[in-house]
């Protein structure tokens, strides 16, 4: 199976884009709902193939995912989830073979350690499994708001939309909510998006930022949603 690189999450290849749709109202409500709309219609199924039968696996491999590169994160999840199903198999396979397997991922000492303590904390305050709000997952070790949304959404279906370095760019940018922590853009978000497309807004948003609106140079003439960007330094 092919792999995307989303949070080292595993998924099938990619589909080609579809034709944009036609241009939108230009008030900020309307503008976030065409965005959404247009990215939407270019992968009207964001998350086929992302394996999401084991959320303990998931909110490991976002764990790892900090700081790391996709690839990576997904190679290491793999060789670490091959022997260990649950976290009673984590915690007996013991933190420092866990540092072992994770170093190459970056901050492999302090991951493994946070490992290890979500793991006891699952089974001594959950029964052993991932409570299935992000809210409840963000009382577990070394788990912050974007992790615990991140997996609430694609292990649970939980219709929020996780912030991350390219979902807080490109919400500034277009505008589609604006803030200068990732917390007032989270909310923003959630305040604005239509129901309709927070399932799938976090993969959307995250992707045309990883591979169109990037950090140094975005890709404005081949960008999808141009007509609808209001910012300044935007390249076209
Ligand atoms: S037009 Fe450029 S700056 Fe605006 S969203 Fe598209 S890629 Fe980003």
């Known amino acids: 199976m092919a792999r995307d690189t989303l949070h080292g999450l595993r998924t099938s290849p990619r589909r ?45 491999t976002v764990l790892l995912s900090a700081q790391s590169t996709g690839p990576t994160v997904a190679r290491i999840a793999e060789a670490l989830f091959s022997t260990v199903h649950g976290p009673a198999h984590m915690l007996a396979l013991g933190e420092a073979r866990i540092t072992e397997i ?15 303590k979500l793991s006891a904390a699952l089974i001594s305050e959950f029964g052993g499994v991932v409570p299935r709000s992000s809210v409840a997952m963000r009382r577990l070790p070394g788990i912050g ?50 129901e309709r497309f927070k399932d799938g807004a976090h993969v959307w948003l995250f992707r045309h930022g990883r591979d169109t609106c990037t950090a140094r140079k975005p890709a404005c003439p081949r960008c999808p949603v141009a007509d609808l960007c209001t910012w300044p330094g935007k390249a076209i």
């Open 16 to 60: 080609a884009r579809a034709k944009p749709v036609s241009p939108p109202d230009a008030d900020a409500t309307g503008r976030v709902a065409a965005v959404m709309a247009r990215l939407s219609e270019a992968d009207p199924d964001p998350k086929a193939g992302f394996d999401d039968t084991d959320p303990f696996r998931l909110l490991v």
């Open 145 to 194: 708001r974007k992790s615990a949304e991140v997996t609430a959404n694609f292990a649970f279906r939980e219709p929020v939309i996780a912030v991350d370095t390219h979902v807080f760019r490109v919400s500034n940018r277009i505008p589609l909510a604006p803030g200068t922590t990732v917390d007032a853009v989270a909310d923003g978000l959630a305040h604005r998006v239509p």
């Open 102 to 116: 994770v170093r190459p991922v970056g901050l492999g000492p302090s991951k493994a350690r946070n490992i290890v």
